[in-house]
């Protein structure tokens, strides 16, 4: 089972959480097709690397 730990024990060992702020600066706006993509995502940051690509179909 896995254990959960209550916010004020996470904070006591210097975790505060993650903020929008912080998600947001890894997100970068391709200059060929215009989608914005997680420069974190290794497949997104290839697909996007090439000179001519259409965006990346998204899942609804």
């Known amino acids: 089972m ?8 996470l ?3 210097g975790f505060d959480g993650f903020s929008i702020e912080d998600e947001a600066k890894h997100f970068v706006v ?4 215009l989608q914005a993509f997680d ?4 497949e997104e940051l ?5 000179p001519e690509h259409d965006p990346i ?4």
Do not use: G, I, K, Q
Request: charged share 30%.
């Open 11 to 13: 904070r006591r060992w």
């Open 30 to 33: 391709c200059a060929v097709c």
């Open 46 to 50: 290839l697909h996007h690397s090439m």
């Open 39 to 42: 420069e974190r995502n290794f």
């Open 57 to 60: 179909p998204l899942d609804s």
């Open 2 to 9: 896995e254990r959960l730990y209550p916010v004020t024990e």
